[in-house]
């Protein structure tokens, strides 16, 4: 099996990673081109994937096709692409705000329906702990559909969502990461202002996070059970979640996720 990424930035390079780690297929096995030959020699290098000086290349033999490219680059490198897929080949996309409908109708030709997965992976795909949201083309099999969903969990955790949620993963999942990552700076900056050395600061307040939610993964307990679980009466945790309340905090992240939805619908 080859499967063949056009696009070789931060995201194809994280699952790259994932899948020669977890043995999916050889680094041999993998191909890649990409815009710049810099970017391009940098993956070979890193990887030892097969370098492809052509999308067409790649989509000529790629059984699982991934096309990594910003998504208003979609419809030209489609176009580009299309009458070289292989016909049993499975294409994945990762652009937000491109539909399976929207694909299958630039990507009709006269070997017919595609078989199709649109996925949202998000950064900490980088270090392994990616979160996936997936959906997939009626004409997807089953031992397809596994296939897919084997490649994407060597990297984090994939899941199948219906297509209607697909904005709302960019939201809580695509996106969020950096909103996780702001969290993080205010809080280290918070211990900055009362002393901490900043560095010592990004390690207390990341570790937190990160521990977390671990906690609450592992527990399976609800996020509220947990924040009780801190709050002593009269204590120092509350009175933050107070001031918390006070400035909007949890409207703040709704409004923002409910914005960048409505973005993702737009694109």
Same mark, same amino acid.
């Given at each position: 099996m080859k499967i063949g990424f056009i696009g070789l930035g931060n995201m194809a390079t994280a699952m790259i990673g994932g899948i020669i780690k977890e043995g999916i297929v050889k680094p041999g096995d993998i191909l890649g081109s990409s815009k710049t030959e810099e970017t391009l020699q940098k993956a070979v290098d890193a990887f030892g994937i097969c370098g492809m000086e052509r999308n067409a290349f790649v989509a000529g033999e790629?059984?699982?096709?991934?096309?990594?490219?910003?998504?208003?680059?979609?419809?030209?490198?489609? @176009?580009?692409?299309?009458?070289?897929?292989?016909?049993?080949?499975?294409? &994945?996309?990762?652009? %937000?705000?491109?539909?399976?409908?929207?694909?299958?109708?630039?990507? *009709?030709? *006269?070997?017919?329906? @595609?078989?199709?997965? @649109?996925?949202?992976?998000?950064? %900490?795909?980088? #270090?392994?702990?990616?979160?996936?949201?997936?959906?997939? $083309?009626? $004409?997807?099999? *089953? /031992?397809?559909?596994?296939?897919?969903?084997?490649?994407?969990? $060597?990297?984090?955790?994939?899941?199948?969502?219906?297509?209607?949620?697909? /904005?709302? #993963?960019?939201?809580v999942s695509g996106s969020s990461p950096a909103y996780v990552f702001l969290f993080i700076e205010a809080m280290a900056d918070a211990a900055v202002a009362d002393g901490m050395p @900043?560095?010592?600061?990004? *390690?207390?307040?990341?570790?937190? &996070?990160?521990?977390?939610?671990?906690?609450?993964?592992?527990?399976?307990?609800?996020?509220?059970?947990?924040?009780?679980? #801190?709050?002593?009466?009269?204590?120092?945790?509350?009175?933050a979640i107070r001031v918390l309340e006070e400035k909007g905090l949890r409207s703040s992240i709704i409004e923002a996720q409910r914005a960048c939805v409505k973005k993702s619908k737009k694109m």
């Open positions: 790629a059984d699982i096709l991934i096309l990594a490219v910003k998504p208003q680059m979609y419809e030209g490198v489609i @176009r580009e692409i299309q009458q070289d897929i292989k016909p049993s080949g499975l294409i &994945v996309s990762i652009a %937000p705000g491109r539909t399976i409908a929207w694909l299958q109708s630039v990507l *009709e030709d *006269e070997k017919g329906e @595609r078989k199709l997965t @649109r996925c949202m992976p998000n950064t %900490p795909a980088m #270090v392994g702990e990616g979160c996936t949201g997936v959906c997939f $083309s009626e $004409s997807m099999t *089953e /031992d397809e559909k596994d296939l897919i969903l084997k490649v994407l969990n $060597s990297f984090g955790k994939a899941m199948e969502v219906p297509e209607s949620l697909m /904005d709302v #993963v960019v939201g @900043r560095k010592l600061a990004y *390690e207390f307040a990341a570790q937190a &996070v990160y521990g977390s939610a671990k906690m609450m993964l592992e527990t399976g307990l609800h996020p509220g059970q947990l924040k009780d679980m #801190v709050c002593s009466p009269g204590g120092t945790t509350i009175e």
